[in-house]
T-cell receptor, first 117, second 110 residues
Framework: AQKITQTQPGMFVQEKEAVTLDCTYD???????LFWYKQPSSGEMIFLIY??????QNATEGRYSLNFQKARKSANLVISASQLGDSAMYFC??????????????FGAGTRLAVHP | DAGITQSPRYKITETGRQVTLMCHQT?????MFWYRQDLGHGLRLIYY???????DKGEVPDGYVVSRSKTENFPLTLESATRSQTSVYFC?????????FGQGTRLTVV
């Protein structure tokens, strides 16, 4: 069955330092996609970055990069040079065809990141 | 501008009433999803749709009905609202390499 695991309920980081948020997944589908989202206290879900299972390079978007280790089934989010505005809840998500041929998009439990000045 | 919008943003309804939450996207994405977000449960998938007229259950479908007669719209109906359905509801649409969310609907059932 599909599964997304985020083992860190909470993390903190000093401003301007880098931080890694962990995400592991489980799927039997060779074709899948991994997503990261930010949810600030205002509540909206902000799409950050995407990694496809066949992508050769790790995805990057500005200060966000995805450390994709396919054999380990991990897709960790790295935020470089943390800013106070990065304080938020972060969700990892996976889309695959699971059974039936249709894609589901399922989420991990999230990690709350606090950036300290 | 391309986007995904949910309406209403806030809704208070009484137990037993039917209520419909609307979701409209302008990206022409094939896939659309409905989630509920509750403290301690993260985002749980209610229903999803692969295309117009193709829908399927997610993790917590009981008490909800969806339809998708047009690609751009994916309404979620609570047939007879219960207090346990008080939650924040998010709609999302997905293309090949992205998935965007609406602003959310905060629903309170009293």
């Amino acid at each position: 069955a599909q599964k997304i695991t985020q083992t860190q309920p909470g993390m903190f980081v000093q401003e301007k330092e880098a931080v890694t948020l962990d995400c592991t997944y489980d799927t039997s589908d060779p074709s899948y996609g991994l997503f990261w989202y930010k949810q600030p206290s205002s509540g909206e879900m902000i799409f950050l970055i995407y990694q496809g299972s066949y992508d050769q390079q790790n995805a990057t978007e500005g200060r966000y990069s995805l450390n994709f280790q396919k054999a380990r089934k991990s897709a960790n989010l790295v935020i470089s040079a943390s800013q106070l505005g990065d304080s938020a809840m972060y969700f990892c998500a996976m889309r695959d065809s699971f059974s039936g041929g249709y894609n589901k998009l399922i989420f991990g439990a999230g990690t709350r990141l606090a950036v300290h000045p | 501008d391309a986007g995904i919008t949910q309406s209403p943003r806030y809704k208070i309804t009484e137990t037993g009433r039917q209520v419909t939450l609307m979701c409209h996207q302008t990206w022409s994405h094939s896939y659309m999803f409905w989630y509920r977000q509750d403290l301690g449960h993260g985002l749980r998938l209610i229903y999803y749709s692969a295309a117009a007229d193709i829908t399927d259950k997610g993790e917590v479908p009981d008490g909800y009905v969806v339809s998708r007669s047009k690609t751009e719209n994916f309404p979620l109906t609570l047939e007879s609202a219960t207090r346990s359905q008080t939650s924040v509801y998010f709609c999302a649409s997905s293309g090949n390499t992205e998935a965007f969310f609406g602003q959310g609907t905060r629903l309170t059932v009293v």
